[in-house]
């Protein structure tokens, strides 16, 4: 199994900058794809961004390229999501993901296996 554990939000005025981290545990040599999503109160969960374990592909989101960063530190298995030029339309819980096997899908929420507990981003206007 693969335990993921969120850390990093909070309360960010427009325009402000936080970094989301999530730090892998258990089998994380399962792990193909580590993303992050997001959900706002009313809306669906959306996809952001993700990178393979290895670092060699990455795919962000249209809503959030240009602003945000997704990287992963190999040996801490860690992955990270630096939020720069943050809009209110960003506030939302971001959870971290991690998907087992490369099924070629990257944006779907059901094709990830693993899950943290989501943590708050609010930015305000």
């Known amino acids: 199994q693969v335990q993921l554990a969120e850390s990093g939000g909070g309360l960010v005025q427009a325009g402000g900058s936080l970094r989301l981290s999530c730090t892998a545990s258990?089998?994380?040599?399962?792990?193909?794809?580590m993303g992050w999503f997001r959900q706002a109160p009313g809306k669906e969960r959306e996809f952001v961004a993700t990178?393979?374990?290895?670092?060699?592909?990455?795919y962000y989101a249209d809503s959030v390229k240009g602003r945000f960063i997704i990287d992963r530190d190999y040996p801490q298995s860690t992955v990270y999501l630096q939020m720069n030029s943050l809009k209110p339309e960003d506030t939302a819980v971001y959870y971290c993901?991690?998907?087992?096997?490369?099924?070629?899908?990257?944006?779907?929420?059901?094709?990830?296996?693993?899950w943290g507990q989501g943590t708050q981003v609010t930015v305000s206007s």
């Open positions: 258990g089998h994380t040599d399962r792990i193909y794809y």
């Open positions: 990178k393979n374990w290895y670092g060699t592909v990455t």
């Open positions: 993901a991690g998907q087992q096997f490369h099924t070629g899908t990257y944006n779907v929420g059901a094709e990830y296996n693993y």
